[in-house]
């Protein structure tokens, strides 16, 4: 075989023979090899049986061999976005969803703690009232610490929307973030591990002043006091805590006053005013309205505390204050005829 | 390459193709034997160039390779794409091309089965036994035969630790005789490319072989 004269490559075999170099031993083996020879006859209904028995024979194996394939594929993704390598490896392209923040419940037996006792109803004006008829029970605080009621656990397609759903590619540092308050998070509402979760949170929060899930780390926070019933410390966290109007801080709002009303009515009933202002939940409603009706008799503001407990009657006549709304007003109605 | 990397040659072939498979650039067994602007029918295309497919997938598989399968396959896609060719182009370049893609996708098979069952190529469905002779140069003699045998199974055995592209390259140039025009038409690549393949694959040859002697050496 001669070169093409459109080839600038000289071939192997077209090397002079006998040269020691290595080029010209793999040229002996080339020139030494043997060609294929002319095969058999290849007839064609040879080719059309073979073609019939392929066709029926590969489909089976074939579907059964992609099947396999796609199950152990989905399979192994599904297991690595469960470990959280899929994290690791595409911390971009698989954010995991923000927590949802810690929701609680009015409880069915909440721990109840003294709060501020109301003002009794006097004969003479309603800041006398506490001399002359005996307090009725107090105002208590609903405190919901013990009995936080985690929210269900996601379902399949919430999972999948608040994936799909979030807003933008976390980076890796908010992951980081994320799977730490995850961890507080999982503490606090599955182990009702209140003492490690205030640690993690704590511990969260000094590595994280500024992160971007602060906030909702000092909301788990204050659930984590609440539920040790550290009161002050949980009335002083949400005092630093500018709440929102969703109806998770609604109900915070409620709890602080409350908290408050234990020694600054004043303030108990900002916050109970600012709930009655906005907020339709019944059961806030009803703490609130109460509230603020205890804090005003409390502090001697008979007509104000008679509007708010007959408000309350009005609209929650079997609540858990009710009997003892109906014994004040009496009492201050008797005080007030009196009064002129 | 593979049958993935550009379907319009097997498919269609493209203008480019039907230029480069002029006769100038027909290699010598090639020659001879264009379709002319009839389209011809399956049964004739077999007839007439199954042997000649049969033993380009001989010399691209070597002796142990299954060429009856790879017929039985490659005619599979002639057949299927058979009423997309035109006529325009050397029905046997078009058909060069199918063989050396259903060869890549064989030995990519045989690999992969041998990686899955440790058990080397994958099982046969051919029944008919590759065969090699000695040319008309070579002495006829059994010992001659015998030691040619041999080193053919060496040559093979040094091609099958190649990349697949260097391989096919490799034979197409220095066994088959191919030029490099033709070479970049049925591989679909620059003319520049093949040359880089071919000097690799060269390369890549004499290491091995180097190695192999080294190893062999007493």
């Known amino acids: 075989m001669r070169q093409h004269p459109e080839d600038p490559i000289l071939r192997w075999r077209d090397r002079p023979p006998g040269g020691e170099a290595a080029e010209d031993r793999a040229a002996a083996l080339i020139r030494g090899s043997l060609v294929p020879a002319e095969p058999e006859e290849l007839h064609l209904p040879r080719f059309e049986q073979r073609s019939r028995r392929w066709s029926r024979s590969a489909l089976l194996p074939r579907l059964a061999f992609t099947a396999l394939f796609l199950v152990v594929g989905v399979a192994t993704v599904m297991a690595a976005r469960r470990a959280g390598w899929l994290d690791r490896i595409l911390p971009v392209a698989y954010p995991r969803p923000e927590p949802a923040p810690l929701r609680t419940h009015r409880p069915r037996h909440p721990t109840r703690v003294p709060a501020a006792a109301p003002a009794a109803v006097t004969d003479a004006t309603p800041a006398e009232a506490n001399e002359t008829v005996a307090p009725p029970p107090g105002p208590t605080l609903a405190v919901p610490a013990a009995e936080i009621q985690l929210p269900r656990r996601k379902t399949r397609a919430s999972r999948r929307t608040a994936f799909i759903d979030s807003p933008k590619p976390a980076a890796p540092a908010l992951s980081d973030e994320i799977r730490a308050l995850d961890q507080a998070i999982g503490l606090l509402r599955r182990d009702r591990e209140a003492d490690a979760a205030l640690s993690t949170l704590d511990a969260y929060l000094a590595r994280y002043p500024r992160g971007v899930l602060n906030r909702e780390a000092r909301l788990a926070r204050v659930d984590a006091l609440l539920m040790l019933q550290r009161l002050d410390e949980a009335q002083s966290a949400l005092d630093t805590l500018p709440l929102d109007t969703h109806r998770r801080e609604t109900e915070l709002q409620v709890i602080r006053g409350e908290l408050r009303a234990r020694s600054d009515c004043a303030r108990a009933e900002e916050d109970y005013s600012a709930v009655l202002a906005r907020s339709l939940d019944a059961a806030l409603v009803e703490r609130a309205l109460y509230g603020r009706g205890a804090c005003r008799a409390k502090r001697g503001d008979g007509t104000g505390a008679a509007e708010d407990l007959q408000r309350y009657l009005e609209r929650f006549p079997n609540g858990a204050h009710a009997a003892w709304a109906r014994q004040w007003l009496e009492g201050a109605g008797q005080s007030l005829i009196k009064g002129g | ?218």
């Not at chain 2, 090639?30 to 029918?41: D, I, N, T």
């Not at chain 2, 060429?67 to 009423?83: G, I, M, N, S, T």
């Open chain 2, 1 to 218: 390459m593979g049958w993935g990397h550009r379907k319009s040659a097997v498919l269609q072939p493209s203008p480019s193709e039907l230029s480069l498979a002029s006769p100038s650039v027909t290699p010598p067994e090639m020659a001879g034997k264009s379709a002319g602007s009839v389209r011809p029918s399956f049964e004739s295309v077999y007839r007439a160039h199954a042997k000649t497919v049969a033993r380009w997938a001989m010399r691209l598989l070597g002796p142990s390779g299954d060429f009856e399968d790879v017929v039985q396959d490659a005619f599979l896609v002639v057949r299927r794409r058979l009423p997309g060719f035109r006529g325009e182009a050397e029905i046997t370049t078009w058909l060069y091309e199918i063989t050396v893609r259903v060869v890549q996708d064989w030995r990519r098979r045989a690999r992969w089965w041998s990686w899955v069952t440790g058990r080397g190529q994958s099982p046969s469905r051919g029944q008919m036994q590759a065969t090699f002779v000695p040319t008309a140069e070579m002495p006829k003699d059994p010992l001659a035969l015998l030691e040619a045998r041999e080193r053919t199974r060496l040559l093979y055995r040094l091609l099958d630790e190649l990349d697949e592209v260097h391989r096919t390259t490799f034979i197409l140039f220095e066994l088959d005789g191919l030029t490099g025009e033709q070479i970049a038409s049925i591989t679909d690549t620059r003319i520049s490319t093949v040359w880089v393949r071919l000097s690799r694959a060269r390369r890549k040859f004499i290491q091995r072989m180097r190695a192999l002697e080294a190893r062999e050496k007493p």
